[in-house]
Nanobody, 114 residues
């Protein structure tokens, strides 16, 4: 059974930074693609960033240049470094993998407020 546990969310001022982590078990991160999604209040879930097993990254246009996804295969962990956070970024951020079926973490909330 795949288990994903996110951490690192919280309250940050506009322009601030946060680093999210997602630790996985029951799956070998090294051989799969890893994704970060977010769902803001009243919004649909959105793919924010992805990183392939080979390290290729993709980002939503809304976060390009501000967010960086990375992975540590030895720790079975994927990260999302978020810089220059703005009022469009508050959401619950969840990591996602697909291994025969979709698996999601419980999510970690990000609040941007002064």
């Amino acid at each position: 059974q795949v288990l994903l546990v996110e951490s690192g969310g919280g309250l940050v001022q506009p322009g601030g930074s946060l680093r999210l982590s997602c630790a996985g078990s029951g799956v070998i991160f090294r051989i799969i693609d890893l994704n970060w999604y977010r769902q803001g209040p009243g919004k649909e879930r959105e793919l924010v960033a992805s990183i392939s097993s080979g390290g290729r990254t993709n980002y939503a246009d809304s976060v390009k240049g501000r967010f960086t996804i990375s992975r540590d295969n030895a720790k079975n962990t994927v990260y999302l470094q978020m810089n220059s956070l703005n009022p469009d970024d508050p959401a619950v951020y969840s990591c996602h993998v697909f291994v025969l079926t979709h698996s999601w973490g419980q999510g970690t909330p990000v609040i941007v407020s002064s």
